[in-house]
């Protein structure tokens, strides 16, 4: 295996094509699908015919067909699984046909075998997981580029626990939807898994719409090739309306706190989470701020406590933040640019 990204990537692939004999050649991506889009349209004549990627965990139900190579992804979670039927003449594909089948568990149980592994793993811990900690009224879930109701809940939780202005965390499209009913704490490991602890400090308005403004150019930079990620710090406290096309360190319209225009001269006490490995002084991969210490809790433990005090929990879509020249719900950075 060589992992590469365009530098002589045209070469790794002509040698497959005549040293290896190759028939079909597939690129496995962790880009994202702007960029692997992109890459398909400076590989065009390569000899390359797929690329199956992931990273951006969209689901891709029409392939979008770039400098005549196949592009797709197929979701995240095990929830769908991407089938690509392929037809060779003469050593070429000649034609194609994908789909993206529903892993529904009603029509496929669980393998035997497989589970009886996985319930042998969880034995020592399932007192814990099924504990139930409330209740939730919608659907808890991550898909959105913009916001999501998972990841309201958690910053929700983190400011009022902190009393902070602006609590934060890193955006993810990780985890299964919990759907409305009781919430167990096998439910909230889903949400975060890592659990990592609580950290508050103090940052200047001027250094969070800094903040902020470096993130919209990674998920919307013209360039793909200079995006990274693909989502937005999710926050409580705050509003942000901005542009999506309009040029680096100019997308901002309005950022409020609390109802208040942001003032760069302010000092603000912001909480998110210490992650392992970063400095002292970082939070939520903010560097630099101030006064910064981080509590005994871990982000699951203001969760379950979030739990037990508002149980059920509401969390909505509330456009917190929203972009003048997109949908009100952004689901993939791709259609921006189109194929």
Not at 125 to 154: F, H, M, Q
Not at 192 to 221: H, T, W
Not at 278 to 307: N, S
């Amino acid at each position: 295996w060589k992992f590469t990204f365009n530098e002589g990537l045209r070469d790794e692939i002509r040698d497959l094509r005549r040293k290896e004999g190759a028939d079909i050649v597939v690129i496995l991506s962790e880009l994202g699908l702007q960029q692997d889009a992109q890459l398909a349209r400076q590989l065009e004549g390569s000899g390359v015919d797929f690329i199956f990627g992931g990273e951006t965990h969209d689901r891709v139900f029409d392939p979008i067909v770039s400098g005549g190579i196949v592009v797709v992804q197929a979701g995240s979670e095990t929830s769908f699984l991407g089938r690509m039927d392929v037809t060779l003449k003469k050593g070429r594909v000649a034609a194609w046909k994908w789909k993206l089948h529903e892993v529904d568990p009603a029509k496929y149980p669980p393998d035997p075998e497989i589970r009886k592994l996985v319930d042998e793993a969880k034995a020592p811990y399932l007192a814990k997981l099924t504990e139930v900690i409330g209740e939730t009224a919608t659907p808890i879930y991550r898909n959105d580029v913009l916001e999501t109701t998972a990841d309201s809940l958690i910053t929700d939780a983190l400011r009022e626990y902190t009393g902070a202005d602006i609590a934060i965390t890193r955006a993810f499209r990780y985890g299964y939807p919990i759907l409305p009913g009781k919430v167990t704490m096998d439910d909230l490991y889903n949400i975060m898994p890592v659990n990592p602890k609580v950290r508050v400090g103090k940052i200047s308005g001027e250094q969070y719409r800094v903040r902020i403004e470096d993130l919209l150019e990674r998920v919307f930079a013209a360039d793909p090739f200079k995006q990274s990620g693909g989502w937005v710090d999710r926050s409580a406290g705050t509003f942000i309306r901005f542009t999506a096309g309009a040029s680096p360190e100019r997308r901002i319209r309005e950022i409020l706190v609390s109802g208040r225009p942001l003032d760069p001269a302010r000092t603000y006490l912001l909480a998110g989470c210490a992650r392992a490995g970063d400095p002292p002084d970082a939070l939520c991969q903010i560097e630099k701020i101030r006064d910064a210490k981080t509590l005994d809790a871990t982000v699951l433990d203001v969760l379950r406590q979030y739990f037990f005090k508002h149980s059920p929990v509401r969390p909505t879509f509330e456009n917190r933040i929203v972009a003048t020249d997109l949908p009100a719900r952004v689901w993939s950075q791709f259609y921006r640019s189109g194929p």
